[in-house]
């Protein structure tokens, strides 16, 4: 089964990545782009068939390894 | 919930970590209530972490003054002469409850603060070091921790462009439950163009340079000054973010500015951010600052006084500067591509004041929150000498066991798979890096050599805090010895539980002593250095960690040091044929008896054989390690990188202590036949047995007729690896 | 008797910060070096270029994506395209990849974390100016210090690097054996340096700048910036 | 307007940190996880009202700067 992870910053915790890819975009004459987050998108392919024992099991590998609990949010997609 | 400008009662002041004498105290000194923003400031200076309430009055015991001092403790850093118009500017700091919160953020942001405790003075950093204290390896987290450290430290200081050349790690169950994360920054200035952060001249700016504020780490100064208990994961909202990049822009940056003659005074914002930047500014300049909040660059809507004087949000300056130079600061800051802008005045009269959108956020006098903060003499039991311990019969001792048994144990084996995370040569300069006795790196331009080492026994600072203390001081020379460099200067970072604990206060205030007593009797100044109390979890205190960091200088490397056996070298022991075990990593760690009385160092025999050691080496006459952790054992086989060694133990030996045994001034030295004489001359009448010689593929450690040892190079290297091998997995 | 130093500029992004130790190795080598900000629209009168390690940008992103959109770049590829030589070391490498001067891309390595460390080079090419105090097939050391020097380029345009004989430098034991074991990063073919198809761009991974100076260790860089000073 | 940015590996392009992250999961027991491909997810704040325009502004963003086309697709959500 297909599942996509989507882990982003919490709001309010510093994104010095995207703070600097707003910079640079700015440069490049994208002026418009006011702000820049960056997050990550996890792509996994688990065995089983029930989408809602899936979920479970990937929502607890979030909170395990996938996503850092202490600045990071997360939402999966089965 | 209570507005910034409310007005605080005794029960805001507990909220905030304060005790209720200190809330009376507060009010009295103030003459009236304080609002909320008040009081946090107040909170956040008069924190055991910005105040050193409990540490000063025994700080004093430090020898701080010498030829070479030019700035001892009490600026960001401190500065020794190091020779050709050059000064060396170091200061250690711990990081130690952040980094147990989120390791990897922790670490990072402890390395940022440091190196801006010494680019602030107009010193460029050259090198960085960690001194590293894990809990059990086993315990839950634990590797999760190590593994975030490590790469926080890395990843910070590679991408600033500072190699990290030196350090420490090492476990211990007392800091499963509070880790420690302590980091060194050196760093080199001309004489004449060092900085201080002193505000001055009533009309003179200022700005705010760097990152924008965030909500990020309020309150981060008061936690660090509160124990752990097992709700330590809801303290976790206060966690900054670190930003190595704008760090390194603001490296750039501000030394560009120093050296263009526009900063007036400089300082960072650490702990307590604004707060503690603003009010020591103004303190070590005797002066006031004017400040409007609402130029202050934010990140986050809608931020209030209180957060804005209390955020640590990390890469941020306070700069004062001259009317007529702000023009040009902006250009340059514009051009590093770092925010900046001019958020008020330097004002005549001991008062900080500040408005917010036109209304006045708070107005407090300067002394009362930085001169007259509490100072404590908490009540101390100093500790009670350890007792002697009987050693066991080591009659048919299996040897080879133990050797194996330390080799492979994490405290004693390599730590490559750390420093291999770490940037060793950014900067052209190194030396000596990490698995050398000390890193040494060129002055830039220059032939002078720059060492640093850091040093701390806790298993012997928790038998005996006053010589365990001492000896991290001695061992911290014997190290430098070994890259051919002479101390000239000592940072300090003092690790210990609630100092509202007499028996935790004894053993620092017997470590203070112990340091003192040391640095004193070899000569070193103390000129910077950190206080980190609370390091405690549910009342359980880590061990006593007085992490010394010493400093050194060798006026002109001819020969670049050596410490691997090379094929025919000729294996000798300076310094007395035993060590001694009692206290030893060998009884710990083979017997399971950390036990046994820590000798106070012999300083007359350690100065002495620092110094033949110090000719031997810069002559590039030999290669030297001194014998400390796990004996002599561990050293061979450090030595034995792509060439093996056969020794003998000495007629008569005891083989245990001759192996095993620590403490007091004793060095392997390996060099070429041909040296033989002259090493012979310098050692001048201190004892030097001849051990045997380099060569094969094995260490090879006979006793008579007896092999007592066989380790092959490739056995020697596999054993070295395993403690840490986790560390090299993805 | 007088005469004028090649000039090498060393290009300057925000976050570079083996810059100095690269103008102070063209110096060691004979070369006249002059830093150029990332923001110039031209070379200053540089007649070779050197694009210094560091952490241009942060490598937030990707590695090197964001310096390589900088003015400079612009001259630099113009320069390159009209002969030039230029060298590239680790981000710098790596800008030059993603600016398309050198093909393919890095992914980061395959355990995930910086690495520094004393590895092996076998020399593949000796036959380019920025190789010719080289011998094809002499082994050099060198320390690598880099997050992401794991090399990959798609199927056909690997084909096509090997065909041009595009690897520089490949990562092998003491002795010179290519092999896995001796692959630090998890770079494909164990590609270390990559030069362009008329030779005068060469990137690498490891880092000669820092082993000019005898009194540090083996000077094994010098016959890098040697030659591209040479061949300005 | 929010515009959101999905980069990912082209098939048969190496991930190392998906590999990485399959193997500690398989380590810390998730087993079911048969393969795992990270990407990038990021959040733009762009000034303007016309959807299409921001988007065309953003596909160039992204051609330009924000993926690498010799390793990495693209895709932009308005
Ligand atoms: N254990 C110590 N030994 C010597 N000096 C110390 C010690 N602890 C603190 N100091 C000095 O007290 C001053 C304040 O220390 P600290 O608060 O750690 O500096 P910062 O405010 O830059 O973090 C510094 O000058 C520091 O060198
Ligand atoms: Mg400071």
Known sequence: MKVEVRVRLKDGVLDPQGEAIRRVLGRLGYGEVRSVRVGKLIFLDVDGDDPEHVRKRVEEACRELLANPVIEDFEVKT | ?730 | MSFRRPRIGVVRFPGSNRDQDALRAVELCGGEAVPIWHESEDLLGATGILIPGGFSYGDYLRAGAMAAHSPVMNAVRRHAQAGGPVLGICNGFQILLEAGLLPGAMLPNRTLRFIHREVFLRVERDDTPLLSKLRRGQVVRLPIAHKEGNWFCPGADLARVEAQGLVALRYCGPDGTVSDAHNPNGALEAVAGLTNPEGNVLGMMPHPECRVDPLLDEPSGRPFIAALVEAS
Chains 1, 4 share one sequence.
């Open chain 2, 1 to 730: 919930m209570k507005r910034w400008c409310d007005p605080a009662e005794l029960a805001d002041a507990l909220e905030h970590g304060l005790s209720e004498e200190e809330w009376q105290r507060l009010v009295q000194s103030l003459g009236r209530t304080p609002n909320l923003t008040e009081l946090g400031i107040f909170a956040a200076l008069w924190s055991e972490h910005c105040s050193y309430k409990s540490s000063r009055i025994h700080l004093k015991a430090f020898p701080t003054t010498g030829p070479r001092v030019v700035q001892g403790p009490g600026e960001n850093a401190g500065a020794v002469d190091i020779g050709e118009g050059w000064v060396a500017v170091f200061k250690m700091e711990s990081h130690n409850h952040p980094s147990f919160i989120e390791p990897y953020q922790g670490a990072a942001t402890g390395v940022g603060g440091i190196l801006r405790d010494v680019f602030t003075m107009g010193a460029r950093p050259v090198m960085l070091l960690d001194s590293l204290r894990f809990g059990d390896l086993q315990a839950p987290r634990m590797r999760h921790l190590v593994d975030g450290v490590v790469r926080g430290i890395g990843d910070y200081g590679n991408c600033v462009g500072v190699p990290t050349l030196g350090g420490e790690v090492d476990f211990h169950p007392a800091y499963s439950g509070n880790i420690l994360v302590n980091a060194m920054c050196v760093g080199v200035a001309r004489r004449d163009k060092l900085f201080f952060a002193r505000a001055q001249g009533p009309g003179n700016r200022v700005l705010y340079l760097g990152s924008k504020t965030g909500r990020d780490g309020i309150h981060g100064a008061t936690m660090a000054s509160d124990t752990f208990d097992e709700s330590a994961g809801e303290k976790r909202p206060t966690v900054q973010v670190g930003d190595p990049f704008t760090e390194k822009l603001l490296i750039e940056a501000c030394l560009e500015l120093m050296d263009k003659g526009l900063a007036v005074a400089i300082q960072d914002m650490g702990a307590a951010g604004l707060s503690s930047s603003a009010f020591e500014m103004a303190a070590r300049g005797g002066c006031g600052l004017f400040l409007d909040l609402s130029r202050v660059p934010v990140r986050e809507e809608g931020m209030t006084p209180y957060e804005l004087m209390l955020s640590e949000s990390q890469e941020r300056m306070l700069l004062v500067a001259r009317p007529e130079d702000v023009t040009e600061i902006l250009a340059i800051c514009h051009r590093w591509g770092l925010d900046a802008s001019d958020i008020g005045e330097v004002v005549a009269g001991p008062t900080v004041t500040a408005t917010w959108n036109g209304e006045l956020a708070f107005s407090l006098p300067v002394a009362p929150l930085v001169d007259e903060a509490p100072r404590y003499e908490r009540p101390f039991k100093l500790p009670q000498p350890s007792s002697p311990v009987t050693l066991p019969s080591f009659s048919g001792r299996d040897f080879a066991a133990d050797v194996r048994r330390l080799l492979g144990s994490p405290h004693l084996g390599s730590k490559r798979a750390v420093y291999e995370q770490y940037d060793q040569t950014v900067g052209a300069a190194t030396v000596a890096g990490p698995g050398a006795e000390a890193a040494l790196v060129l002055v830039p331009g220059t032939r002078i050599g720059l060492a640093a080492t850091t040093d701390c026994n806790a298993l012997a600072c928790s038998l005996d805090p006053y010589a365990g203390a001492a000896q991290a001081v001695v061992e911290a020379m014997r190290n430098l010895a070994c890259v051919g460099a002479e101390p000239v200067g000592v940072t300090d970072c003092l690790n210990f539980g609630s100092p509202e604990n007499p028996t935790v206060m004894g053993q620092f205030v017997a470590a203070v002593r112990g340091l003192a007593d040391a640095c004193a009797r070899l000569g070193v100044p103390v000129v910077s250095g950190n206080v980190s109390f609370y390091n405690e979890t549910s009342g359980q205190a880590i061990l006593p960690t007085p992490t010394v960091g010493m400093v050194g200088v060798v006026p002109q490397v001819r020969h670049r040091p050596r410490f691997a056996f090379h094929e025919g070298d000729v294996v000798a022991l300076l310094g007395p044929v035993h060590g001694d075990l009692s206290a030893s990593r060998y009884l710990q760690l083979c017997w399971d008896m950390a036990a046994g009385v820590v000798p106070t160092p012999d300083y007359g025999a350690e100065r002495a054989a620092a110094e033949v050691v110090r000719t031997l080496v810069r002559l590039g006459l030999v290669a030297a390690r001194d014998v400390s952790d796990g004996g002599l054992a561990v050293v061979l086989a450090e030595m034995c990188e792509t060439v093996g060694v056969t020794v003998a133990v000495p007629e008569g030996a005891s083989t245990a202590s001759f192996l095993f045994g620590e403490w007091g001034p004793r060095y392997l030295l390996a060099f070429p036949e041909e040296f033989r004489p002259a090493v012979e001359r310098a050692v001048s009448g201190l004892p030097l047995s001849f051990l045997g010689k380099a060569g094969g593929d094995a260490l090879v450690v006979r006793d008579g007729e007896r092999e007592l040892l066989h380790l092959t190079l490739a056995e020697i290297a596999e054993l070295r690896g395993q403690g840490l091998r986790f560390l090299e997995e993805p």
